[in-house]
């Protein structure tokens, strides 16, 4: 028996199992997290900006910063939900 084939599928399962399969977990929750983003949520953004959304249209949110000030960003730029 040639057992020469065993060494690279046992690389290929290990590279599986400790690099795809955790990177396909968290892009699963990232947008199950987006998805579920609503207005009146208090978001922090990648680059730090914290605000609570006024409204959501399509891939865009409009973020109220301060009274009278507002962002348009994308969706995916928001990093998590503000806790305070």
Request: hydrophobic share 45%; charged share 15%.
């Amino acid at each position: 028996m040639n057992y020469s084939y065993i060494f690279p599928l046992l690389i290929l399962a290990v590279c599986y199992f400790l690099i795809i399969r955790p990177q396909q977990k968290a892009e699963k929750a990232r947008q199950k997290f987006h998805s579920g983003l609503q207005p009146g949520m208090q978001i922090v953004t990648t680059s730090g900006i914290c605000g609570r959304i006024e409204e959501i249209n399509g891939p865009f949110v409009s973020l109220l910063i301060d009274k009278g000030v507002r962002l348009q960003i994308v969706k995916t730029s928001i990093q998590g939900l503000v806790t305070a």
